[in-house]
């Protein structure tokens, strides 16, 4: 089935481990790139454990295992202690990190602001974005940061669909709030979700109060002035989310709550889609005849034209570029839990607060599970192929998926497609970008392609 794309190369990988670390080695090594310290075996097995200072670890990478871990027995494995510890300072008790009665009343309240037909609503917004980035590209010297300008495209998304219209409020001041905000999420690294001992020097410390302060004032007001004006014309993700309600319990969110949710969107939600953007536009550059099948399928359904929501459907070979792309390189690299009780996976016996990951990095270049793992190859999700079920993790899986996926999904399609019929990407030879994980998979060096206007 597959093919040996760009005759054969492999697009840049992490070295994974070979031989046996100890932990001071792991930890030093987990500081410049948490992707490092993954052995290379967890290619190959089910499952790898260890132990660093005081915390025992395993890494699964076993689909049935996996599904267990994220379906069948959930409430066993909440998100991680440490996970929950930093990131409810900037979003609260919100449904990216709540769990049992309040994560169920929450997710129930928001599932209806995702429904297909309020993304296509705000699909516009988009293909406007992917618009202002093609003048933005013209108007830029030949050699272009296809990362950074990712980064703002999806940020004009995101920050239109939450914050705009907001009454009051100066936009380049929310900008600049979203901005430190956005920064300041960034820098957790994944050294400090993995949960390692404290007495471990941290790269950074965390958040900033004022920033967060700051961001909090922008939010409340932003919700303040939108009940006080009603909902726009077309509703947002602001005005979905103030009419959610969960069906169940008729319970309606708070300021605080609507706020932290608001917030969750904008930190799960920005970067990696531009990661994924990112990543593919460097794949294209890659594999140029990738690149060219993209440009015809792209420039025959579009005419010209930038690619709207209703255009999805009929560009599928954009929406496997934009799945291999996933694979190879998944924005949320690492899926972390902490058990709750004693449990059984492959095997192996997991103790009360035994650190659960799923290393989907691992997981998705699996010599187990797929063919020439680290080739890029769009045909694997060809006619709508589907991989098995718990080996494909990019939005994570259960009732804990992504809740942004199809939202991402469009947006990740309208730019690429819209972008890819007007652009040529070339790559620059010595300046391939190297995966690394901060909080996500960033391409280290940004993503500097030659640019041509066809
Ligand atoms: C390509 C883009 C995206 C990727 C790769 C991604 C990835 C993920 C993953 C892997 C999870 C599960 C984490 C876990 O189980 O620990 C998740 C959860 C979540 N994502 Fe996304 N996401 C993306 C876009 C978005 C967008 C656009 C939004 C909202 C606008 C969003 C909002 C959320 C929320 C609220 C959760 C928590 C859901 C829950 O626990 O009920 N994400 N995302």
Request: hydrophobic residues 40%.
């Amino acid at each position: 089935m597959s093919k040996l794309s760009n005759s054969g190369a492999e697009p840049p990988k992490v070295k994974l481990v070979t031989e046996v670390w100890g932990p001071i080695k792991s930890l030093m090594a987990a500081r410049r790139n948490i992707l490092e310290i993954i052995p290379e075996v967890a290619t190959k097995q089910p499952i790898v454990s260890g132990r660093t200072g005081s915390v025992r670890w395993h890494m699964v990478m076993e689909p049935h295992a996996i599904g267990r871990i994220l379906k069948d027995n959930l409430e066993n494995y909440p998100k991680s202690d440490v996970t929950k510890n930093i990131l409810k300072p900037a979003i609260g008790d919100s449904l990216f990190i709540a769990e049992g009665a309040h994560w169920r009343w929450q997710r129930r309240a928001a599932s209806p602001v995702f429904t297909h037909r309020n993304i296509a609503n705000l699909a516009p917004i988009m293909s406007a974005a992917a618009d202002n980035t093609c003048a933005r590209i013209d108007a830029a010297g030949e050699i272009v940061d296809l990362y950074e300008e990712m980064v703002r495209t999806t940020f004009d998304v995101i920050s239109n669909v939450t914050f705009s219209g907001s009454g009051a409020m100066d936009s380049a001041e929310v900008r600049h709030a979203i901005d430190r905000y956005i920064a300041q999420t960034a820098r957790i690294s994944l050294f400090d979700i993995i949960g390692v001992p404290t007495w471990v020097p941290r790269p950074s410390r965390l958040f900033q109060p004022n920033a967060l302060k700051k961001m909090k004032t922008v939010a409340d007001i932003a919700i303040a002035n939108r009940k006080k004006h009603g909902a726009k014309a077309v509703p947002d993700l602001l005005d979905l989310l103030l009419e959610g309600q969960d069906p169940e319990t008729k319970r309606r969110m708070n300021m605080a709550e609507l706020r932290d949710n608001l917030l969750t969107f904008i930190v799960a939600g920005h970067e990696t889609t531009a990661l994924t953007l990112s990543w593919a536009l460097y794949l294209c550059a890659f594999d140029p005849e990738v690149q060219d099948k993209l440009r015809d399928e792209a420039q025959s359904v579009l005419q010209g034209r930038t690619a709207t929501a209703a255009d999805c459907a009929t560009l599928p070979y954009t929406d496997q570029v934009i799945k291999e792309t996933l694979r190879l390189y998944p924005p949320a690299a690492f899926i972390s839990r902490t058990a709750q009780g004693k449990d059984v996976l492959c095997d192996r016996d997991i103790q009360r607060k035994d650190t659960v990951m799923l290393p989907v990095y691992a997981l998705h270049r699996h010599h187990a599970i797929w063919d020439n793992p680290d080739q890029f190859d769009p045909m694997r999700f060809a006619n709508g192929h589907k991989p098995d079920r718990y080996s494909y993790l990019p939005f994570g899986d259960g009732p804990r998926i992504c809740i942004g996926a199809q939202f991402a999904m469009i947006e990740a399609t309208i730019i690429l497609a819209t972008l890819i019929s007007r652009f040529r990407f070339e790559r620059i030879e010595g300046r391939d970008p190297k995966p690394v994980m901060v909080l996500t998979l960033r391409p280290e060096g940004g993503v500097p392609l030659k640019v041509s206007r066809l």
